[in-house]
């Protein structure tokens, strides 16, 4: 990125360029109680680029955007319930919230780490072109809507618990996991309409869904042996990060099944209006 | 020409606008000051522009909790003096003054506003019960009479709004000087028409007031069904068509709220479906009969009445709708940092399903879902770094 195309001037010496110069690695917390989002960002892009690896946020109370303009490898912990669009066009940073977010988190996102200590809302990983979201609990409607993938960047979402309507709506690309870990034995998803428009990628989903509310453009495989290597991957990092075990996700669940879901063709709606 | 109809000076088949909402009710019955309402909806900022804000609260003029109080906004007191005439000849005004109110910087032309306590004679209702006498009057009185507008007209109850910010609005109205055990509020991004300050939100009729965030795209079919039983849409708004077909599908049809839930947002036919056939002959009763009230489109909806909240979401929720519950208070809102900014140890935090109502009754402890897991404090602890509270180098960087 040019100088010129920085929306920020470079940080201001001060008693923060005296902290960094005797730890570079060091650790701040920032306060953000009330402050505008702008403000937020602005002061988490001075920091992420004086070389401070790790900040947290404190007192975050739906600022929106958080972590929008960074590229550098920082760690951003965040106190508090972020706003909308938390990491939206993201690129690169670890973002860990330790609460519930709310709507279109990692919107567009483009490469990094979002790890919601709690529920996510809807729209979770938008558009998201590269990177991974883990969740530990539940996530809203339209998770993955129009994620896409090029070449080797493949976006991944992995959720813990289980989602609602329109998971994967009009996905173009990459890997959707649902590990339904908060579900009773025998429990069904609640999710109806999954994959409705899909059009690439993969949707991995562990125990049973309404196989008669599913969108009707994909269909239903049973992973292979390179599927579950991908999986136990995923599950790992999963279990890593929410320190759960992860041979239990990884196992199916009691008389259930992983499946795999696909879309039938690249352009499902292609001959919707040529009569 | 009447006020609200020169208002829509575009001739706009309806009024668009995407908003935030907050709301909650003690079920106790326990009053709660406005800046609970204040605060959570300053905290969604960026879902209003400034070009409308409002509150209603119930439990509020128990002085008066017998008499049907209309707050009403007039174009200058010329207006007033015309509309003061007409109630006079229409109703018994038990009393009538100014609603407080002080002048706020950023809040220009702003009408007369005042507030009466009335009820209805006998000898006008001309075979009316007095519900749907005071529907018809305010009908009357928005659509006729210039310069004049009726924007609540409930008991025990009263909504303030304007064209401001939220927290402009709720200077201008004095509104942290009031006590109530119901709020719903509203901030208001409208973006096709310019806002007026008849249009803001809530929206009320008697105790009824809607607060709401979308777009409908059955407007059409909903107003003229709404008009073949006599509500008259002067607004071209969709809170103004929420407000009518509550009023009358729950108070004069006499359906409970969880129904009215499945008039205005009921299952998609495929997944009626899959239903044991006792509801499907249910959901297809509800849709046989009031198929021109289902509302299509994108929505997000907070109607109140005495006693009573109701936060309902479109069915395939193409708005946010989160709810709370901590002790008696049930909270709905827009976001979910604007519930845990004015309650951080909410007790029950989720998101409904899209056509699930989130309902708060006066007298019935709030429960929440079956599944929701009650809101843990976290303990913040980050491998490698400790417990966020106990970092080493804390600078003091603001």
């Known amino acids: 990125m040019s100088e010129k195309a920085r929306p920020w001037p470079r940080p201001t010496p001060g008693p923060l360029a005296a902290l960094v110069e005797k730890s570079p690695s060091a650790c701040v917390t920032l306060d953000v109680q009330g402050m505008p989002y702008r403000e937020v960002n602005h002061r988490l892009w001075e920091l992420a680029e004086s070389g401070i690896e790790t900040i947290v946020l404190r007192g975050v109370n739906g600022q929106r955007y958080l972590g929008t303009n960074l590229r550098k490898r920082v760690r951003v912990l965040i106190d508090g319930v972020p706003g909308n669009d938390l990491g939206a066009f993201m690129d690169g940073p670890r973002i860990e919230v330790f609460n519930n977010a709310q709507d279109g988190c990692g919107n567009t996102m483009n490469n990094g780490t979002i790890i919601i200590h709690g529920s996510a809302g809807d729209i979770l990983g938008h558009s998201m072109r590269g990177g991974k979201i883990f969740v530990r609990d539940n996530v809203g409607y339209r998770v993955g809507i129009h994620m896409k993938e090029y070449g080797d960047t493949r976006p991944v979402i992995v959720i813990g618990g289980t989602a609602q309507h329109f998971l994967g709506e009009y996905m173009a690309g990459g890997i959707l996991v649902v590990l339904g870990a908060n579900l ?73 099944e992983w499946i795999k879901l696909l879309p039938l063709t690249k352009r499902p709606y292609g001959r919707l209006y040529a009569y | ?44 900022k960026e879902r209003g522009n400034g070009l409308g804000a409002g509150y209603a609260a119930y439990g509020l003029y128990p002085e008066f909790a017998d008499h049907y109080c209309f707050h009403v906004m007039c174009r200058d007191s010329a207006s007033r003096t015309e509309l003061d005439d007409y109630l006079r000849r229409h109703f018994a005004v038990v009393h009538d003054e100014p609603i407080p109110s002080r002048a706020v910087k950023g809040i220009l032309d702003a009408p007369v506003v005042w507030r009466y306590f009335l009820f209805p ?12 006498y005071i529907v018809h009057e305010v009908m009357r009185i928005n659509s006729a009479l210039e310069g004049a507008f009726v924007f609540s007209s409930g008991k025990n109850m009263g909504i303030f709004k304007g064209v401001g910010h939220p927290e402009q609005i709720a200077e201008f109205y004095r509104i942290h000087e009031y006590t109530a ?15 007026w300050w008849g249009g803001a939100h809530p929206f009320g009729l008697l105790d009824w007031s809607v607060v709401h965030n979308g777009e409908i795209s059955s407007y059409g079919i909903n107003r003229r069904y709404l008009e073949m039983h006599g509500y008259l849409c002067t607004m071209q708004t969709d809170t103004e068509v929420i407000a009518y077909a509550s009023d009358l599908i729950m108070r004069r049809h006499k359906l ?28 297809r009763a ?5 198929g021109s009230l289902l509302l299509n489109g994108p929505f997000t909806v907070i109607i109140a009445r005495s006693g009573e909240m109701i936060g309902l979401g479109d069915r395939i929720r193409l708005r946010p709708l989160t709810a709370g519950i901590k002790g008696n208070i049930l909270y709905v809102s827009s976001e979910l ?43 913040l602890v980050v491998p490698g770094l400790g417990a966020l509270g106990e970092l080493a180098e804390e600078v003091d960087y603001v």
């Open chain 1, 184 to 256: 009773e034995p025998g429990e069904m998803h609640p999710s109806h309409y999954v994959g409705t428009g899909m059009h690439g990628g993969v949707i991995y989903i562990r125990g049973p869904v309404k196989r008669s509310l599913l969108g009707k453009e994909i269909g239903i495989r049973h992973p292979e042996e390179v599927d579950m290597t991908l999986l136990s991957n995923l599950v790992g990092e999963y279990a890593a990060h929410f320190h759960t075990d992860a041979d239990d996700l990884l196992a199916p669940p009691v008389g259930s």
């Open chain 2, 181 to 195: 055990y119901l709020w719903t509020t509203h901030t208001r991004f409208p973006t096709n028409t310019p806002g």
């Open chain 2, 1 to 44: 020409m009447a006020w609200a109809t020169q208002e829509n000076r575009y001739g706009d088949d309806k009024v668009y606008d995407a908003c935030g909402l907050f709301g909650f009710i003690d079920t106790t019955g326990t009053l709660h000051g406005g800046d609970i309402a204040i605060t959570a909806l300053t905290n969604m």
């Open chain 2, 337 to 379: 940092a604007a519930i845990h900014l004015v309650e951080p140890d909410i007790e029950y935090t989720w998101t409904p399903l899209g056509g699930e109502a989130v309902i708060g009754r006066l007298g019935e402890q709030p429960v929440a879902p079956a599944k929701i897991r009650p809101t843990i404090k976290q303990s």
């Open chain 2, 121 to 132: 004679q006998s000898s006008h209702m001309a075979g009316r019960d007095e519900e749907d």
């Open chain 2, 256 to 283: 409970p709220p969880e129904m009215a839930a499945l008039v205005f947002a009921g299952p998609l036919w495929d997944e009626i479906a899959g239903m044991p056939e006792k509801k499907q002959r249910l959901l």
């Open chain 2, 286 to 290: 509800i849709r046989q009969t009031y």
